[in-house]
Every structure is written in structure tokens, then in C-alpha cells.
């Protein structure tokens, strides 16, 4: 029996490829750079500076992680000032998750990184291809999170 399948070809095999090369060469652009912030901060981070407040059960389920890995995720960018948690005043079981001005003087940094990596890893492709590529991923995501 002949077994029709090659991972190497599969999309979950090179959208996790894909992922962990974003996020290993953003975290090394990073550190180069001094600045003491991971993938996952910055993606935190980004959440927050587009959407405001939030509690964090919304940035949870945004980046599609447990509450035990948001915690500590928050807890790195607590100890840097990068954002402050507060009691939800419409429930006080609930923390609100803020960034800090502080960040602020970090994130044009680490946007330009962002952006100079993704301009690497476009490199060769048309806008069409972009697009495309761009398109599919975002159906791929709404199918799996109406099945979730």
C-alpha cells in the first residue's frame, strides 16, 4: 500500500515552518538590537496597541493561547512596565491589560525590524502573491476557528 503523503508539502508542516522562522528571526533581530522583547511579546503587544483594553481572556483567545501561557507572557511584559493589568470595573474578577507609555518608546523600534523581515520574506513574490497568500491563510483561520 503506497502512502500518498509528504509532509514536507503539507500546510501544517510549512505554516508552522513558516512560524517559527518569523518568530526565531524577529527574536534575534531583537536581541540585536537590545531589545528585550520575544515574538510572542510583540505579537501581545501589537494586539494591544491596535485594540485598547482588554481582559485577558479577549487577548487569550486573539492569540489563540491558553490562559496559563497568556499569564506568563503578560507577566514578562509586566516586569518590563511594557503594560499594566487592573481590575475590570464591570468585573472585578476580570484584569484589564494596558500597554504603558513605556512601550511606546520601544515599538517604532520593533515595527521597523517587523517590517524589514517581512519585506525579506515577501522577497521574490508579486503583490497578487501576497494578497493571495495573505487570503488563504485567513480563510484557513476562520475554518478551523468555526470548527473550534
Not at 481582559?55 to 507577566?75: A, N
Not at 494596558?98 to 515599538?107: A, G, N, R
Request: hydrophobic share 40%.
Amino acid at each position: 500500500m503506497a502512502f500518498d503523503y509528504d509532509h514536507n508539502k503539507s500546510l501544517g508542516y510549512l505554516s508552522g515552518l513558516v512560524n517559527r522562522l518569523l518568530s526565531n528571526t524577529l527574536a534575534a533581530r531583537f536581541q540585536a538590537a537590545n531589545i528585550d522583547m520575544t515574538a510572542e511579546q510583540w505579537g501581545a503587544i501589537l494586539v494591544l496597541l491596535n485594540g485598547g483594553a482588554i481582559t485577558q481572556g479577549q487577548l487569550g483567545e486573539k492569540l489563540c493561547l491558553e490562559k496559563s501561557s497568556v499569564s506568563r507572557l503578560l507577566e514578562g511584559l509586566e516586569r518590563r512596565d511594557w503594560i499594566i493589568r487592573t481590575k475590570n470595573p464591570k468585573d472585578s474578577r476580570q484584569k484589564l491589560v494596558t500597554p504603558t507609555p513605556k512601550v511606546l518608546e520601544t515599538v517604532e523600534r520593533c515595527s521597523n525590524i517587523a517590517r524589514t523581515i517581512l519585506k525579506e520574506a515577501h522577497r521574490g513574490m508579486t503583490e497578487e502573491e501576497q494578497l493571495a497568500c495573505q487570503s488563504a491563510l485567513l480563510r484557513i483561520i476562520s475554518n478551523l476557528n468555526k470548527g473550534a
